[in-house]
């Protein structure tokens, strides 16, 4: 499974980004496709993730409510729509996938490179 994360960029706080993660390879429609991010100096940590059939979404508590993720059926590529975003919100957004949502929350099988999200205040 190959995976490739695009969308980041500059934006102002409070302002919207939609990240991409566009799949390839064997992808099992049981697999989890998640978002992790790594802010300078901080651990790498689980933003949010979906099935690949695109049910099930799970968030990590700091983004409940503002960040979205979704995947449309005809496209193998998962969204990430980042809402209201904060300073603290910059990172880099790498997307994951595993076998399980108890594998990709925590050790993923397959990453892909991270795009970088820059919120200014």
């Known amino acids: 499974v190959q995976l490739q994360a695009s969308g980041g960029g500059l934006v102002q706080a409070g302002d919207s980004l939609r990240l991409s993660c566009t799949a390839s390879g064997r992808i099992f429609d049981y697999y989890e496709l998640a978002w992790f991010r790594q802010a300078a100096g901080k651990e790498r940590e689980f933003v949010a993730s979906i099935r690949w059939t695109g049910h099930s979404p799970n968030y990590a508590d700091f983004v409940k409510g503002r960040f979205i993720i979704s995947r449309v059926s005809a496209k193998n590529t998962v969204y990430l729509q980042m809402n209201s975003l904060k300073p603290e919100d910059t990172a880099v957004y790498y997307c994951?996938?595993?076998?399980?949502?108890?594998?990709?929350?925590?050790?993923?099988?397959?990453w892909g490179k991270g795009t970088l999200v820059t919120v200014s205040s």
């Open positions: 994951a996938a595993g076998a399980s949502p108890v594998v990709v929350t925590s050790t993923p099988d397959y």
